[in-house]
């Protein structure tokens, strides 16, 4: 059963909040995924630490490890891809300033 209708069944004006919301999340879903995938690449160097300092168990990054293969891997989700290649791209322009030693 689609959420969308499931509220048009129940009449025009009721859940106002919740047409709102719905309508807030498809015009920005491309915007909630990359911040999704940016997430789970910078958590990466969170969860190693987190192992070395021993706030999680030292499988963890390898699980996570796993995870953020499978999602770079991904063909129905690119983002996971894209944002790794906008990190790769803005890293390479940093590093190529004059300033930078």
Not at 74 to 84: E, K, L, M
């Amino acid at each position: 059963i689609d959420v969308c209708s499931c509220l048009q069944t129940l009449g025009q004006n009721s859940m106002w909040v919740a047409r709102l919301l719905i309508s807030l999340v498809e015009f920005q879903s491309r915007n909630i995924l990359r911040a999704a995938a940016l997430a789970e690449i910078v958590l990466f160097p969170l969860v190693v630490i987190m192992a070395f300092f021993g706030y999680c168990g030292l499988l963890t990054p390898f699980v996570y490890y796993y995870f953020v293969t499978w999602r770079y891997a991904s063909r129905r989700n690119p983002y996971t891809r894209n944002t790794f290649r906008e990190l790769r791209v803005t890293a390479g322009a940093r590093a190529a300033r004059p300033a930078l030693p």
